[in-house]
């Protein structure tokens, strides 16, 4: 059966949903997300990036977390390439040619467009991005943008409600 994209995304929505039920584990749940989403739509590259003290400084950079798909950049700069930009901007980023982003930073020379959506604590402070690269141009529009934001709305309340300490920053792990 060739279903739209539109279909695909309302069944991946339900699949996440119990994918992550009871899991209370961060690293397993943006893990099987992130695997459902690029199974599901059949993207080049699918992964998180999380924000993470810089080793020896004061400032944050965003390192690789689960993925699939090809190696990729382990470490990007707070405002630079598509998920520095996004984590900076606090918002969701489509870029339909990755060569027409200033600054891009390209992990593959095989990602022609990219999709990256932030992942936000409950004080609004940006924990991670998802980022989402193709090997076609302009694959990614305002449905994948809309459903993208809804699965990552879902993966916030989960990880809010399962594991505060990461999204309260006041409150510490038992």
Request: proline fraction near 4%; charged fraction near 25%.
């Amino acid at each position: 059966m060739n279903e739209t994209k539109e279909e695909k995304y309302r069944l991946l929505v339900e699949q996440v949903k119990t994918l992550i039920e009871g899991e209370t584990d961060e690293v397993a749940v943006m893990a099987n997300v992130c695997a459902a989403i690029h199974e599901t739509m059949g993207f080049f590259w699918t992964g998180f990036y999380r924000v993470k003290a810089k080793a020896g400084s004061g400032e944050e950079e965003l390192v690789l977390g689960p993925f699939q798909g090809p190696v990729a950049c382990m470490h990007i700069g707070y405002g630079r390439g598509v998920c520095g930009t996004a984590w900076k901007q606090r918002q969701t980023i489509v870029v339909p040619d990755v060569e027409q982003f200033p600054g891009h930073i390209a992990c593959s020379s095989l990602s022609r467009s990219e999709i990256v959506v932030p992942v936000f604590s409950v004080d609004g402070k940006v924990l991670a991005v998802l980022d989402i690269d193709s090997k076609e141009l302009a694959t990614f529009d305002d449905t994948d943008r809309q459903h993208l934001e809804t699965i990552i709305a879902i993966l916030q309340d989960h990880l809010q409600d399962h594991l505060p300490y990461c999204f309260h920053p006041s409150k510490t792990k038992d």
